[in-house]
């Protein structure tokens, strides 16, 4: 490819995602999008009142051919999504409301299977469970949360925690995989 043809081809996919993300502002007034977020399939995001999101965080809402159509991702109200954070919602993420997610945050509501050692991953069948978070979570920087885990309502993911399970209402919990540390209430 030619440089005159990579600018054209950057230049038009720089357009779309700008229009993709006006549209978006357009839909949710009162969301701040950083102009470097990355919407796929966008009209399967919905957003509460007053949410931020910030720079090159990934939002992919599902809808592919490769998930049968499924998924979305909810955002409740005033909640906060750091820098560089990726949301897969192929198998559906609902957050609450007052919800702080820090820098670096994977949460994945899909994940392939491996069972037949006989065939490559990537032709093993795929897994999808729906994600939630609910109200008044802090997730700390460099946490992931795995398909079908609820993380329950005032509860804190410790840094770079790896969420495997559901996480109990009120809690702190941290480490790979994550354990509860201590009781909040």
């Known amino acids: ?35 470097s977020v990355e919407v796929r399939n966008p009209d399967r995001l919905e957003l509460g009142e007053n949410v931020i999101i910030d720079m090159n965080v990934l939002l992919h809402c599902g809808g592919s051919a490769w998930s049968d159509g499924r998924g979305s991702i909810r955002i409740g109200n005033n909640c906060y999504i750091g820098p560089n954070t990726v ?7 609902e957050i609450g409301n007052d919800v702080l997610v820090s820098p670096n945050v994977t949460i994945t509501s899909h994940q392939h299977t491996f069972a037949d050692n006989a065939k490559p991953i990537r032709l093993q069948p795929i897994e999808f469970k729906k994600v939630v978070i609910e109200d008044n979570v802090w997730i700390g920087s460099n946490a992931v949360i795995l398909p079908g885990v609820t993380v329950g309502r005032d509860s804190v993911l410790g840094a770079g925690a790896v969420a495997n399970k559901d996480v109990p209402a009120g809690s702190l919990v941290g480490g790979i995989p994550a354990v509860l540390i201590k009781s909040l209430r």
């Open 1 to 35: 490819m030619g440089l005159l043809s990579w600018l054209f081809e950057f230049t038009r996919e720089n357009k779309d995602k700008q229009q993709k993300i006006l549209s978006i502002r357009r839909r949710f007034p009162t969301a701040k999008l950083a102009p």
């Open 87 to 93: 949301l897969f919602g192929a198998g559906d993420i």
